[in-house]
């Protein structure tokens, strides 16, 4: 699960037994700011936090804030800023500025119901009313029951359209749409060496990983401890669990009939990020069975072999970082380009 859910879920269990709990989310940032928008931290009557909002230069005062909001139930919006004595005195000296909300953790049912339907795999969009507090999900039944005018409406469903966290300042007053998405998730092909490096550099990136290899020697939980293993055909794998936008799979054995295989369930979904082991003689031995296949130019296209980002790169750890370089770059700034093509 990734890193904000896993935040929701635990702000939702210390709700559950009892504790008050606050939410400091980044609803706004200019220049070189720390944390982009949508960082998140959760914190507990206890003085127990989870997440950040910064690199560390503001979170005591958003820890003081997060005590106010649970006394008192209302929001605090935190700006903090380069010509801001305050922000200078608790270290943000990086050039930028960052607004925080702070919010009392009151409907906790809301928020497990999120968290829920991540780990399902389900998506969802909130809008927020800074000034109140009041949170919705952001479809049309709960857009009616806002009562806002249709200047307000549009600007919000343009948010919605981007798909990224954003505020939004509107004559009705500012509010922050904000994204739940399911954890993404990252399907090694081959338990080996490299696939030893690679699963805990990308489960520390957040990513649910699960390694499949029909070689049962090859996938315990020895050689892979602390995610998903299963030793299966790969064909047999996907046959029951398709791959989503939320999925990168890469393909390591350097044999046709574990990658081959894999590939085209990848190629047949709109994964993020596929990519495959070999030199570019074998990536272009690839193709041609592939296209043998029937599979389009336009969706070979879009494995990336040889894999890794071009680092020079020559163990298995380094060209785990490689991999694990390039599906970043796929997921940031690939995404990005067609979100600002789609805004155009």
């Keep these: 699960m990734n890193d904000h859910v896993k935040i929701l879920g635990e702000a939702v269990k210390w709700r ?27 914190v507990n009557d206890g003085g127990h936090f989870l997440g950040s909002v910064s690199g560390g230069c503001v979170e005591g005062e958003v820890l003081v804030a997060a005590e106010e909001a649970m006394e008192t139930g209302r929001p605090i919006l935190l700006e903090f800023g380069v010509s801001d004595d305050k922000a ?36 969802a969009a909130c809008v927020v009313a800074l000034d109140s507090g009041h949170r919705s999900l952001l479809d049309s039944e709960s857009l009616r029951r806002l009562d806002l005018d249709e200047q307000t409406l549009r600007a919000l469903r343009a948010v919605e359209a981007a798909g990224r966290d954003k505020l939004v300042e509107t004559p009705a007053g500012k509010f922050f749409v904000e994204f739940w998405r399911p954890p993404l998730r990252l399907f090694i092909i081959g338990a080996v060496h490299i696939a030893q490096a ?16 029909p070689r049962g020697a090859f996938v315990t939980p020895e050689r892979f401890a602390g995610v998903t293993i299963r030793a299966q055909w790969p064909e047999d794998y996907f046959a029951g669990n398709p791959l989503d936008e939320s999925g990168a799979l890469v393909a390591l054995t350097h044999e046709p009939r574990l990658d081959d295989p894999a590939l085209i369930a990848a190629l047949r979904s709109p994964a993020f990020y596929i990519g495959a082991l070999g030199s570019r003689g074998s990536a272009e031995k690839r193709r041609q069975r592939l296209r043998g296949l029937n599979i389009a130019e336009s969706a070979l296209a879009r494995i990336h072999g040889p894999i890794g980002l071009p680092i020079g790169a ?21 995404r990005a380009a067609e979100i600002g093509s789609a805004a155009e």
């Excluded at 020559?314 to 970043?328: C, D, H, L, Q, R």
């Design 16 to 42: 559950g037994s009892g504790c008050g709990v606050a939410l400091a989310t980044v609803v706004s940032t200019w220049g070189s700011s720390p944390r982009p928008v949508g960082s998140r931290l959760a």
């Design 88 to 123: 200078w005195s608790v270290g943000l000296a990086c050039g930028g500025a960052i607004k925080v909300l702070v919010e009392p953790f009151a409907d906790a049912t809301f928020f497990a119901s999120i968290v829920q339907g991540c780990g399902q795999g389900r998506s």
């Design 198 to 213: 690679l699963a805990p550099i990308a489960a520390t990136a957040g990513y649910d990983v699960t390694v499949i290899d």
């Design 314 to 334: 020559a163990t298995p750890a380094e060209i785990a970082i490689a991999i694990a370089a390039e599906m970043t770059a796929a997921l940031r700034l690939d």
